[in-house]
């Protein structure tokens, strides 16, 4: 084999394996990283985790078609969506959901699904109203000190078949609304950070096609918000705190 065809062979396998890449990344699963602390306690800042892009159907790669899926979304998922951030100037008051705002420039959020379509949602007094039903909490021991300082008040939310973490600032009324009727083939979305989160109680519900997926697993937690290119330099391997017991956690409810 001359060297000509051997670097030929070798710029298609490649090429291939680009290709494939890029495939697996669009139609089964994706990696993503916590930059905020909008989802504590469920998912801390710096945690790196898988999401699963076939279970509610992955997108044709380049097209708006989206194949059927294993399951629809349900009340309780984790789920990582793109949202618009529209250029105004004012922070935290520029996004939108990305189908009402086509134009402007998409980034991905990460939330758990609270309302379904259909779902009548209210925020009053600090507390959850899904249908009438209050979504009860119970209250746990102790406090959740987030990375600034800041003491939160933990409970154990009950948000139907899903018992998941959540957090309340004992220093914030709450984000209030006024009731809410979720329409068809949309979801409201929340923070498990409940006062600490810019979710669908400020710039309304996503739409199923703007989904893409639930966040199942974490595979690498440190204490950085560092993207990804940080986490493969060699040095922060040793300076940066690694939480070796997050890695492998599984994510969405504690139980069902």
């Known amino acids: 084999m001359t060297t000509g065809h051997a670097i030929q062979e070798q710029v298609v396998t490649?090429?291939?394996a680009v290709v494939i890449a890029l495939l697996?990344?669009?139609t089964i699963v994706e990696p993503f990283r916590?930059?905020?602390g909008s989802m504590l306690p469920t998912l801390l800042i710096g945690d790196?985790?898988?999401v699963n892009k076939f279970l509610y159907g992955p997108k044709i790669p380049f097209t708006d078609y989206r194949l059927p899926g294993l399951r629809e979304p349900e009340?309780?998922?984790v789920v990582v969506f793109e949202v618009a951030r529209v250029p105004n100037g004012v922070p935290n008051s520029n996004i939108v959901p990305a189908d009402r705002r086509p134009d402007a420039s998409r980034e991905?959020?990460?939330k758990r699904i609270v309302g379904m379509p259909g779902d009548r949602i209210e925020v009053r007094d600090n507390k959850l109203y899904v249908n009438h039903e209050l979504v009860e909490k119970v209250r746990l021991e102790g406090a959740f000190i987030d990375d600034e300082g800041?003491?939160?008040d933990p409970y154990s939310e009950i948000l139907g078949d899903c018992v998941h973490g959540a957090l309340d600032d004992p220093h914030k009324l709450g984000l209030m609304r006024t009731p809410f009727v979720v329409e068809p083939d949309r979801y409201f979305m929340m923070g498990d950070n409940r006062d600490n989160s810019n979710d669908s109680r400020q710039w309304g519900t996503v739409r199923l096609d703007e989904f893409k997926g639930p966040a199942f697993i974490i595979y690498w937690s440190w204490a950085s918000d560092g993207n990804f290119f940080q986490l493969l330099n060699p040095v922060n391997w040793f300076t940066v705190e690694k939480r070796w017991g997050r890695v492998f956690s599984r994510i969405g409810c504690d139980s069902s």
């Open 75 to 77: 009340r309780g998922d």
């Open 14 to 16: 490649l090429v291939l």
């Open 34 to 36: 916590i930059p905020s």
């Open 150 to 152: 800041a003491a939160l």
């Open 24 to 26: 697996i990344r669009a």
């Open 108 to 110: 991905d959020f990460v």
């Open 48 to 50: 790196h985790l898988f």
